[in-house]
């Protein structure tokens, strides 16, 4: 077989997405940012490039070099842990290289045979990801609809099913801005098993000094927390949170943990110092609220046909995928970095801008924006 017949099907396949719209493609950074997810503008953030410089000067090394349980545990990732885990109020913290790695280590390692992961139907891919490759039987529930969950639980018990049941949810959902009822989740993982927040999206601009929304659950021994350090931290990387035990658990049982190289020391460095950004630089996350507001009152006024999120991440829903792109782009013609969200990142029918609010762009910028809207998106 020639190299061109192996790779036919490959080529077909991105034939197939260029006809349906959906051919995906790399795309550099223009315009003022209102698509990453740098909430709090930290990624350049001076007080992050200095602690680099200080971790470097003090012989801190650029790479692990390792596993963790091997040569790659440095001293700078342990105290990282101890302070992420007190900052937040778990008991323990393990570093990971990412949001999805650490959400698919989880997943795959915590949840036994016998158990049943229970998720949103919105999770983010990575959860989708764990749960497919994971032990436990899955089901999802509608999204944010707690009785809902109740009641696939019942149905589960009723079939006979003992074992402890998994609930994951984000905290605040990535593509739809909207915030899970986490309290009566939490009711629900106390009769039955385990909750696993993933605090992604809320991760220091929510709660106090930026402990998310599930900080007045940390702590509890059936809640496991995921706080990325790519987000609003300005950094790249993740934390697993929760008792001691489970903590330990995954050290001992889980592959991505055990089988990869460490997260790069320089990162606890920067998560490090982002913690102490968090307790310090309140004004960051008023800001950021100030922007919220200001845009959702702009949107009320010009577009009062439009919902609101009501948080950092705004998504209008525009429907096909087609005309949700070409918006995008004469949006982005503007000066704006907005970028249109399709299937199957999204449900069908559903393809949205996702505008993210960040202390990248300034309140003159997010008014210009709603502005823009007004002008190249006139519903009826
Ligand atoms: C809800 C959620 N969880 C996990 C992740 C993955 O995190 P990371 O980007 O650190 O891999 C993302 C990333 O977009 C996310 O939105």
Redesign the pocket.
């Known amino acids: 077989m020639s190299s061109a017949d192996r790779l036919k099907p490959y080529r077909e396949n991105l034939e197939g997405l260029t006809r349906q719209g959906r051919r995906r493609g790399l795309a550099g950074r223009q315009g003022v940012d209102f698509a990453s997810?740098d909430y709090l503008g930290l990624a350049q953030s001076p007080r992050l490039v200095d602690a680099v410089r200080r971790a470097l000067d003090d012989g801190v090394p650029v790479g692990a070099a390792g596993s963790r349980l091997l040569r790659g545990n440095t001293a700078a990732q342990e105290a990282f842990e101890e302070k992420a885990a007190r900052h937040f109020g778990a008991e323990a913290a393990l570093g990971f290289g990412?949001?999805?790695?650490?959400?698919f280590a989880a997943l795959t390692t915590l949840p036994q045979r016998g158990d049943l992961l229970l998720m949103d139907e919105l999770s983010?891919a990575?959860?989708h990801e764990g749960a497919r490759a994971g032990r436990a039987a899955v089901q999802s529930f509608r999204h944010g609809d707690v009785q809902h969950a109740a009641d696939v639980i019942a149905a589960w018990r009723q079939a006979g099913n003992r074992g402890a049941v998994w609930i994951a949810v984000?905290s605040l959902?990535?593509m739809d801005g909207d915030i899970a009822p986490l309290d009566d989740l939490a009711a629900l993982a106390d009769e039955h098993g385990f909750l696993l927040v993933?605090e992604?999206?809320a991760t220091g601009i929510y709660g106090p000094d930026g402990r998310g929304l599930a900080h007045a659950l940390e702590g509890r021994g059936n809640v496991l927390t995921?706080h990325?350090?790519?987000?609003a931290m300005g950094g790249?990387?993740?934390l697993l949170c929760g008792a001691g035990c489970l903590v330990d658990f995954m050290v001992n049982r889980c592959r991505p943990f055990i089988f990869a190289t460490a997260p790069s020391p320089l990162m606890a460095a920067v998560g490090s110092e982002a913690l102490d950004i968090l307790r310090e630089e309140a004004w960051r996350r008023e800001d950021l609220q100030g922007h919220v507001q200001a845009f959702g009152e702009e949107l009320r006024r010009r577009l009062p046909h439009l919902q609101f999120s009501g948080s950092q991440i705004v998504p209008l829903i525009v429907g096909p995928d087609v005309e949700t792109m070409e918006l995008a782009r004469r949006i982005q013609e503007r000066g704006f970095d907005v970028r249109g969200i399709r299937p199957p990142t999204v449900p069908e029918g559903t393809s949205r801008l996702r505008i993210s609010l960040t202390l990248n762009a300034t309140r003159a910028d997010v008014i210009r924006l709603a502005e823009t809207l007004e002008e190249l998106w006139p519903v009826s």
């Open positions: 997810n990412g949001g999805y790695v650490a959400n983010h990575s959860t984000e959902y990535s993933d992604a999206h995921l990325t350090l790519g987000k790249s990387g993740a």
